[in-house]
């Protein structure tokens, strides 16, 4: 079963899955949030990291890299005394480095968003061989589901899911390349 046979009617996967997963996202908070929720569901289920998203957006302030990026010992200690959140030392640690790659990356690019549209289009191989030498703790599975939560590469929504033309009528990213060959305009 896909994601859009089990999430419609969902608490809590329904709405995600309506309103954001696949939908493109261009704004570095909102990427980066994506970035970080991804990281830290390795390991767990994707239900645990939504109950425990309005905890993360608290506990990394908005997911503001530049906030994020000057946290030091200190923050790193409250982030895992933190319930609400994973506190995995690893995890955290790749967040704080990464929000300081996405701030190097808007003095390169302009901004996150930039950046994977001056690398686009890649395969999904191409994509993880990119971020792993750019970005912490970013394997092919996490990369993945980056990618294709924020419609940088396709298969997040089946093409007979309701939800994907609403996708493609705000022209993501993937849908202006020949990589999907199961791309088609409905």
């Not at 506190?87 to 808007?106: Q, T």
């Amino acid at each position: 079963m896909s994601y859009c046979d089990v999430a419609p009617r969902h608490e809590w996967h329904g709405p995600y899955h309506e309103t954001e997963y696949g939908f493109p996202l261009t704004d570095d908070a909102g990427l980066f949030e994506r970035l970080v929720l991804e990281i830290n569901q390795a390991g767990l289920s994707w239900l645990t990291i939504l109950r425990k998203r309005e905890a993360f957006r608290r506990a990394y302030d908005g997911f503001d890299p530049e906030i994020v990026a000057g946290y030091r010992a200190r923050d790193r200690r409250r982030l895992l005394a933190d319930p609400g959140i994973i506190r995995n030392r690893l995890k955290i640690d790749a967040a704080i480095a990464n929000a300081g790659k996405i701030l190097e990356l808007r003095g390169t690019h302009g901004s996150f968003a930039g950046w994977l549209e001056a690398h686009h289009p890649r395969s999904k191989d191409e994509w993880v061989k990119l971020f792993r030498t750019t970005f912490r703790f970013t394997g092919g599975e996490i990369v993945g589901e980056f990618l294709m939560s924020t419609g940088h590469l396709p298969g997040a929504h089946q093409p007979t899911c309701p939800v994907y033309r609403k996708i493609l009528a705000l022209d993501p990213m993937w849908a202006r390349t020949p990589l999907d060959p199961r791309r088609r305009r409905a």
